[in-house]
Each structure stands twice: as structure tokens, then as C-alpha cells.
């Protein structure tokens, strides 16, 4: 499975953006999808995960209410709403995917820098 993820840029604090994770995969509607960040000095966390139907979604603390993950399985395609953005929410921003069962994500996309003005 390939990921190609894509929609970050520079938007001020209170913006909103989506984040688009594109996968080349005819099975990826059978795959969990992750969105992580990794902000400079800091260690990469999960910020949500939605599960292969779309029932089992979770997310961050630091992001609930303010984050929506959502997928379309006919367009191969997670999303990542983001509204209401702080300054720490600035980081590169990556997908993943696991299988179904798996614990481990195998598949990553490469990363879309988010930066977050105040």
C-alpha cells in the first residue's frame, strides 16, 4: 500500500484545513488508517485512527472536538478535518495504515507540514 498525503500549508490560529491521505491500494478499504504529527524536538503521537468500516474512530485529546477523521473507500482516501487550529498544532502530519488485526502500522505516507500562526 502506498500513501500519499497532501492539504497542509500556513493557515493563523482559529483556521481551519484538511488533510487528504490517498492510498494506491484496491484493499484499503480493509485497512485502519492513523493520522500522526511530529512536531521539531518533540515525538511523534497519533492524533486519530478510523478503522476500515468508519464505525471505530479515535482521537487525541489534544484534538477532540476540533479534528474530524473521516474515509471514503470508493476514492481510496482518509481525511483529516482540522478546525479551530492552534499554534501547537503545528507539526508535519503523517498517514498510516494497518491491516485488520494488526497492532503495528506497516504503510506511511510521507508527511504534509501544518504550520500553525498565533
Known amino acids: 500500500v502506498q500513501l500519499q498525503a497532501s492539504g497542509g500549508g500556513l493557515v493563523q490560529a482559529g483556521g481551519s484545513l484538511r488533510l487528504s491521505c490517498a492510498a494506491s491500494?484496491?484493499?484499503?478499504?480493509?485497512?485502519?488508517v492513523g493520522w500522526f504529527r511530529q512536531a521539531p524536538g518533540k515525538e511523534r503521537e497519533i492524533v486519530a485512527h478510523?478503522?476500515?468500516?468508519?464505525?471505530?474512530?479515535y482521537y487525541a485529546d489534544s484534538v477532540k472536538g476540533r479534528f474530524t477523521i473521516s474515509r471514503d473507500n470508493a476514492k481510496n482516501t482518509v481525511y483529516l478535518q482540522m478546525n479551530s487550529l492552534k499554534p501547537d498544532d503545528t507539526a508535519v502530519y503523517y498517514c498510516?495504515?494497518?491491516?485488520?488485526?494488526?497492532?503495528?502500522?506497516?504503510?506511511w505516507g510521507q508527511g504534509t507540514q501544518v504550520t500553525v500562526s498565533s
Open positions: 478510523i478503522n476500515w468500516s468508519g464505525v471505530y474512530i
Open positions: 491500494a484496491r484493499t484499503f478499504s480493509s485497512y485502519g
Open positions: 498510516a495504515a494497518r491491516g485488520n488485526g494488526a497492532t503495528m502500522y506497516g504503510y
